[in-house]
C-alpha cells in the first residue's frame, strides 16, 4: 500500500505542532520551511487536518496552527484519514467478470474472496494505525533520536512558535 506524501508532511507537523507550548501557534510557512516543503502543498494538508478538528487554525497577524487536542487523543489514523480520506485502499473494481464469456452475475460468489480479504487486511491496519498515538511517535523521538536533531527540532519549534495574548480573539 502506498501513502501519498502528504501524510508523511501531515504527521511531521502534528508532531512539531505538539512542541508549540500552550495557545501559542506556528505559522504554515514554518512547518513548510522546517521540512522543505513548499507552502501551498503543505499548507492543504494543514487544512485538512483542521477540517477534521487534529488542528486549530488562528487567524490574524500572530495566527498560525496548533494542535485542537492533545497528541495522546490523537492517533495515525486520524491523520492518515484526514489526508487520505476514508475509503480504503483496495478498491474492487469485480475484473473477474471482464474476461471474453459473459457470465450472469450471479454465477459469481458475493463478495469477491480478494475484496473479502483485502478488506480484512485494511482492517488490521487500520487498527494498528488506531493503536499509533502521536504521544507515542514524540516519546520515541525523543528517546531515539540523535541529541543534536532533537535540540534542533526544539529549537526551530520555539524559535517560530507565537505566543497568543491572554484574552484576545485568537483564544479558543
Not at 520555539?158 to 484574552?167: G, I, S, V
Request: one cysteine or more; charged letters at 20%; a positive charge.
Amino acid at each position: 500500500m502506498k501513502l501519498s506524501e502528504g501524510v508523511e508532511a501531515a504527521i511531521h507537523s502534528a508532531a512539531m505542532l505538539a512542541a508549540v507550548e500552550g495557545e501559542a501557534t506556528m505559522p504554515a510557512s514554518a512547518l513548510a520551511e522546517a521540512f522543505g516543503l513548499s507552502s501551498s502543498y503543505l499548507l492543504k494538508h494543514l487544512q485538512a487536518l483542521t477540517a477534521a478538528r487534529i488542528l486549530e487554525s488562528v487567524p490574524g497577524p500572530t495566527g498560525g496552527y496548533r494542535l485542537a487536542r492533545a497528541p495522546e487523543r490523537i492517533s495515525l489514523l486520524d491523520i492518515v484519514l484526514a489526508v487520505e480520506g476514508p475509503r480504503p485502499a483496495f478498491r474492487c473494481g469485480e475484473i473477474r467478470r471482464n474476461g471474453p464469456a459473459k457470465i450472469d452475475a450471479s454465477a459469481y460468489v458475493e463478495p469477491c474472496g480478494i475484496n473479502a480479504a483485502m478488506l480484512r487486511a485494511e482492517r488490521a491496519y487500520r487498527a494498528a494505525l488506531a493503536a499509533e498515538k502521536l504521544s507515542d511517535i514524540i516519546t520515541e523521538f525523543m528517546a531515539d533520536a540523535d541529541p543534536r536533531v532533537v535540540r534542533a527540532s526544539c529549537a526551530f519549534a520555539a524559535h517560530h512558535a507565537r505566543p497568543q495574548k491572554p484574552n484576545s480573539q485568537n483564544n479558543r
